[in-house]
């Protein structure tokens, strides 16, 4: 780094990307201080089954790992992004490898391969089966502990403090515990730190949704701070649905499989098929790779196949993976132990019987928009992570190239914020930039429910969900402008975390609605729809690679 004065970096949350952009700018002299609402180990990142995506292998190829990545996404990527992502994976994993995380290798000592849909070779990095993101967040929390990294937890992130148009710090509420059981609330105290650059690393918003893959954190805390202090966000309509997860309380009639769990497309990957309720494979009615189909467009397959079945869900078929059932068992709870325990502690054994499964939110493509370095459109504001749109995904993520993401653009904020600060340049921020206003709101007939976190949840997964159309659209929108007419001042964590979760849930809802064509995982059904196949770039790929 170059010499000159100590620069304070503020990092709010504690999954891949905070972390690795709180070593990388320590390592680059900055004194830094890592915010996270919770612990340090619940972040996302640590529910992360498939893996890690990057190219690994001799046989593999940068090029074809760029051009799955914009294939998935709708062709919505930039390329420029892409191609960073792509071209610096491998440094980033060799790194994670180096801080002692153990990819799972074979008997002859080579990494095992993994395939995820949409990836035209099996270039997926996985660790102790389906436990990777447990083991990135593990060595990466190891390493920040042995690190000059200067660590508050239950630190709640209330805005962003700015400056002549400049971040100047952040506003905190520290220590508040909610009620549980017979303890009371027990309120935060307000804090302001300050810092020469904040760096928004907060995940994403899984928690807009009644049915979703994401942890209580995942609030869009960082988009709603950034939206109220002027930043740009964009894509927020773009919203990925996973396929598969067992969920208990989704519209499985008469089935009670507790609370949602994901079921790595990785399964899929090993050659499980979905089949419906008479056993039919549907997969290939939507897309000629089938199961193996981008991920919205296998999402919104089942959700149909659900719709024709009245609501009930459709099933994954794990049971032929190996000659008999007593191999395939076997065989399950190696390579899948995290979801083999899971599925089994719901009393069902998917090596003798397809287990249900139904699509449940998972991850934000759209975010605060950055440059290459994570920076924002707000001087010494950096976003890095689920939070961020750099550009890589487009309208749909590829399958595993969010660790990535968080590895690669982490690394690059981490030492952009050092430069940054040396150079003495700043880039130019937009805080008077004009932000797209809520589409007008109509009146609604009858009586609203009055707002709670599920009450919201609930509409959006109904009126901006898989699919949605502008009549849905509309009603969310003038709900949600009630709600936050009457929404009273937050005081507690979970009443701020609500006010994101509406503010949010406003700009998705206006999003969606300016959006009238169907593009990846936005889906308009009111309008004439149109799967992005890239056929003369479709490749056939074989399940099953071990
Ligand atoms: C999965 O394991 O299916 C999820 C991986 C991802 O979201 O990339």
């Known amino acids: 780094?170059?010499?000159?004065?100590?620069?304070?970096?503020?990092?709010?949350?504690?999954?891949?990307?905070?972390?690795?952009?709180?070593?990388?700018?320590?390592?680059?002299?900055?004194?830094?201080?890592?915010?996270?609402?919770?612990?340090?180990?619940?972040?996302?990142?640590?529910?992360?089954?498939?893996?890690?995506?990057?190219?690994?292998?001799?046989?593999?190829?940068?090029?074809?790992?760029?051009?799955?990545?914009?294939?998935?996404?709708?062709?919505?990527?930039?390329p420029e992004a892409v191609r960073v992502l792509v071209?610096?994976?491998?440094?980033?994993?060799?790194?994670?490898?180096?801080?002692?995380?153990?990819?799972?290798?074979?008997?002859?000592?080579?990494?095992?391969?993994?395939?995820?849909?949409?990836?035209?070779?099996?270039?997926?990095?996985?660790?102790?089966?389906?436990?990777?993101?447990?083991?990135?967040?593990?060595?990466?929390?190891?390493?920040?502990?042995?690190?000059?990294?200067?660590?508050?937890?239950?630190?709640?992130?209330?805005?962003?403090?700015?400056?002549?148009?400049?971040?100047?710090?952040?506003?905190?509420?520290?220590?508040?515990?909610?009620?549980?059981?017979?303890?009371?609330q027990v309120p935060g105290r307000r804090e302001r730190v300050d810092a020469d650059a904040v760096v928004l690393a907060t995940g994403g918003a899984g928690q807009l949704y009644a049915h979703t893959t994401n942890p209580s954190v995942a609030t869009g805390d960082g988009i709603a701070a950034a939206l109220r202090a002027g930043a740009e966000v964009t894509d927020l309509e773009f919203f990925q649905f996973h396929p598969t997860v067992l969920d208990g309380k989704a519209y499985a009639a008469g089935l009670s499989l507790g609370e949602s769990f994901l079921v790595s497309e990785a399964v899929r990957g090993e050659g499980a098929t979905l089949i419906d309720e008479s056993g039919r494979r549907f997969a290939f009615d939507a897309h000629p790779d089938g199961e193996l189909a981008p991920r919205d467009v296998v999402a919104r397959a089942i959700a149909r196949q659900m719709e024709a079945q009245n609501g009930r869900p459709v099933f994954l078929d794990a049971t032929h993976l190996r000659a008999t059932p007593d191999e395939t068992a076997a065989f399950l709870a190696r390579r899948f132990p995290t979801i083999d325990r899971a599925v089994r502690d719901r009393g069902l054994d998917w090596?003798?019987?397809?287990?249900?499964?139904?699509?449940?939110?998972h991850y934000l493509m759209g975010g605060v928009t950055t440059d290459l370095q994570g920076r924002t459109t707000i001087p010494g504001l950096?976003?890095?992570?689920?939070?961020?749109?750099?550009?890589?995904?487009?309208?749909?993520?590829?399958?595993?190239?969010?660790?990535?993401?968080?590895?690669?653009?982490?690394?690059?904020?981490?030492?952009?914020?050092?430069?940054?600060?040396?150079?003495?340049?700043?880039?130019?921020?937009?805080?008077?930039?004009?932000?797209?206003?809520?589409?007008?709101?109509?009146?609604?007939?009858?009586?609203?429910?009055?707002?709670?976190?599920?009450?919201?949840?609930?509409m959006l997964w109904e009126d901006a969900g898989l699919m949605r159309d502008a009549a849905g659209l509309e009603h969310a929108a003038s709900v949600i402008a009630r709600w936050r007419r009457t929404h009273r001042?937050?005081?507690?964590?979970?009443?701020?975390?609500?006010?994101?979760?509406?503010?949010?849930?406003?700009?998705?809802?206006?999003?969606?609605?300016?959006?009238?064509?169907?593009?990846?995982?936005?889906?308009?059904?009111?309008?004439?729809s149109r799967e992005w196949v890239d056929a003369a770039t479709a490749v056939s790929v074989t399940p099953g690679v071990a």
């Open 489 to 528: 001042s937050p005081v507690t964590q979970a009443e701020f975390e609500d006010q994101n979760l509406l503010v949010v849930g406003e700009q998705l809802v206006a999003a969606a609605l300016r959006r009238e064509e169907s593009l990846g995982a936005h889906y308009r059904s009111d309008e004439h």
């Open 1 to 78: 780094m170059t010499a000159g004065p100590i620069v304070h970096a503020v990092v709010v949350g504690s999954g891949i990307a905070g972390l690795t952009v709180a070593l990388h700018a320590a390592d680059n002299g900055c004194r830094v201080t890592l915010v996270t609402k919770d612990v340090l180990e619940h972040a996302n990142t640590r529910y992360a089954q498939g893996g890690i995506a990057g190219v690994m292998f001799d046989d593999d190829r940068v090029e074809d790992h760029i051009r799955d990545t914009i294939t998935a996404g709708a062709g919505m990527s930039d």
């Open 382 to 458: 950096y976003a890095v992570g689920e939070v961020a749109r750099a550009g890589v995904h487009g309208a749909n993520r590829l399958a595993s190239n969010s660790l990535l993401e968080g590895a690669v653009f982490g690394a690059r904020a981490g030492d952009a914020i050092a430069e940054d600060a040396a150079s003495g340049a700043w880039p130019a921020g937009s805080l008077a930039k004009v932000h797209p206003l809520p589409p007008k709101v109509l009146s609604i007939e009858g009586s609203v429910r009055s707002f709670t976190r599920s009450a919201l949840q609930e």
């Open 351 to 361: 090596a003798r019987e397809p287990i249900p499964v139904t699509p449940a939110a």
């Open 87 to 184: 071209d610096e994976g491998p440094a980033r994993i060799r790194e994670l490898i180096a801080l002692g995380v153990a990819f799972d290798r074979g008997e002859d000592g080579a990494f095992v391969k993994g395939l995820e849909a949409a990836h035209s070779y099996p270039r997926i990095l996985h660790s102790g089966g389906d436990a990777t993101g447990t083991a990135i967040e593990k060595a990466l929390v190891a390493r920040l502990r042995t690190s000059e990294v200067q660590v508050i937890e239950h630190a709640f992130l209330i805005d962003l403090v700015l400056d002549a148009g400049r971040v100047a710090g952040v506003e905190l509420l520290v220590g508040d515990v909610p009620a549980s059981g017979r303890t009371p």
